[in-house]
């Protein structure tokens, strides 16, 4: 009964391929994120989505394509893969009511991206 | 843009004395929030702090802000070796649907048995 699940765990690859990362929550939550978080734990946002809409593009490449298809998934895919890209990757979700409790996320377990 | 800025960066204590990290941010808020995370897991939030409260409990935790230094502070007592994770504190961007949180590097305590 995994809330916010992401898969896969780890993905190694090699420079220049594309791949993909998906991402499930059954929270019933409206808002979606995409964390990258880098090797000194640093965690910084990507994308945001809304029902569906983006609502936060923190001037990520545009390797880096998320895709909505309905409320509960956010997928990330990736072209042209780079060392640079190498972190983890986290999706989150956020309840759709109230302000405050907008605020509070609820995090996947994450994926490890190894780019060789 | 803000950030919370935890420290210290590592904090290694015994089981059962208490531990403290400090957060620190930059602009206005009206909440923030603390998150632990195991290694090699996500963060899972622990606590939720309103601009207009002092001090909150939960459990072992203890969280304290300071509207007026940006500061605020996770204290867990009595820790377990359990209690080992990385901690962040978070703040948001209000406004609209942007709820966009901006998390600290972290704090990594070590609960030696």
């Known amino acids: 009964d995994t809330a916010v699940s992401q898969t896969p765990k780890y993905l190694v690859t090699q420079m220049g391929n594309d791949k993909s990362i998906k991402c499930e929550q059954n929270?019933?939550?409206?808002?979606m994120y995409w964390y990258k978080q880098d090797s000194k734990k640093f965690l910084k946002i990507m994308f945001s989505y809304n029902n569906k809409e983006l609502i936060i593009n923190e001037t990520v490449p545009n390797r880096f394509s998320p895709k909505s298809p309905d409320k509960a998934h956010l997928n990330l895919h990736i072209n042209s893969l780079e060392l640079g890209d190498s972190a983890v990757y986290f999706c989150a979700s956020s309840r759709p009511d109230s302000t405050l409790a907008k605020n509070i996320q609820y995090f996947g377990a994450g994926t490890r991206l190894s780019v060789l | 843009s803000q950030q919370g800025e935890e420290d210290p960066q590592a904090l290694s204590i015994q089981e059962g004395e208490n531990a403290t990290m400090n957060c620190s941010y930059k602009t206005s808020i009206n909440n923030l929030q603390w998150y632990r995370q195991n290694s090699g897991r996500g963060l899972v939030h622990l606590i939720l702090i309103r601009s207009n409260e002092r001090e909150k409990h939960s459990g072992r935790l203890r969280v304290t802000l300071d509207t007026s230094k940006k500061s605020s502070s996770l204290l867990i007592t009595a820790s377990r070796a359990a209690d080992t994770a990385s901690y962040f504190c978070a703040t948001p961007n209000s406004g609209g649907s942007n709820y966009k949180l901006t998390f600290g590097k972290g704090t990594l305590l070590t609960v030696n048995p």
């Open positions: 929270l019933g939550h409206d808002t």
